[in-house]
Antibody, heavy 117, light 112 residues
Framework: QVQLVESGGGVVQPGRSLRLSCAASGFTFSDYTMHWVRQAPGKGLEWVAVMSYDGGNKQYAESVKARLTISRDNSKNTLYLQMISLRVEDTAVYYC??????????WGQGALVTVSS | QSALTQPASVSGSPGQSITISCTGTSSDVGGYNYVSWYQQHPGKAPKLMIYDVSKRPSGVSNRFSGSKSGNTASLTISGLQAEDEADYYCSSYTSSSTFLYVFGIGTKVTVL
């Protein structure tokens, strides 16, 4: 069965960096577009970034451009999100999600990132 | 991001039908048949319930159905059950230059 498992979350001070990972299993990872979606505490969902199946194309929400970088290693079946210059408003649960067509058909359990001094 | 508009809460008794609306613009909901609906129980990951406006993934109950008219999409849950109590989010592909997908603010469904 499809499984997506995020890791790398934690508490970090403003201005610091963090890298999230998303380990995929149960499907051919290299065939699928992958996304990051985040959810601030008590808030709704916000799309963050997408990377094509081969890593050749990526797009970001304007609010995170230049500070967040999506990448993938198809040999390791893993998606990454490198976050730099973190802000308090980046505090959220970060989900990786598999993209199929124009929807997100499977989601991981999420990784909590807390940015606080 | 400018979120899609959803009612904050909807409630119904077991066995009843409820409908959740999701209003956007011609740049998102009205411009594409790419509306999805997600169910999220507290502390859990979202689960895809409807995609491409009205298609149901394998394994999702046929009590869930979707539709769209103009800039407003709707999710109907028929034969409401206790397990349907959750938050529901709509999303749409968008032609915005600042983000690729937009989500609704979420609707809390309460089973009375």
């Amino acid at each position: 069965q499809v499984q997506l498992v995020e890791s790398g979350g934690g508490v970090v001070q403003p201005g610091r960096s963090l890298r999230l990972s998303c380990a995929a299993s149960g499907f051919t990872f290299s065939d699928y577009t992958m996304h990051w979606v985040r959810q601030a505490p008590g808030k709704g969902l916000e799309w963050v970034a997408v990377m094509s199946y081969d890593g050749g194309n990526k797009q970001y929400a304007e609010s995170v451009k230049a500070r967040l970088t999506i990448s993938r290693d198809n040999s390791k079946n893993t998606l990454y999100l490198q976050m730099i210059s973190l802000r308090v408003e980046d505090t959220a649960v970060y989900y990786c999600a598999r993209g199929t067509g124009t929807t997100f058909d499977y989601w991981g359990q999420g990784a909590l990132v807390t940015v606080s001094s | 991001q400018s979120a899609l508009t959803q009612p904050a809460s909807v409630s119904g008794s077991p066995g009843q039908s409820i409908t959740i609306s999701c209003t956007g613009t011609s740049s998102d909901v009205g411009g594409y048949n790419y509306v999805s609906w997600y169910q999220q129980h507290p502390g859990k990951a979202p689960k895809l319930m409807i995609y491409d406006v009205s298609k149901r993934p394998s394994g999702v109950s046929n009590r869930f159905s979707g539709s769209k008219s103009g800039n407003t999409a709707s999710l109907t849950i028929s034969g409401l059950q206790a397990e349907d109590e959750a938050d529901y989010y709509c999303s749409s592909y968008t032609s915005s230059s600042t983000f690729l997908y937009v989500f609704g603010i979420g609707t809390k469904v309460t089973v009375l």
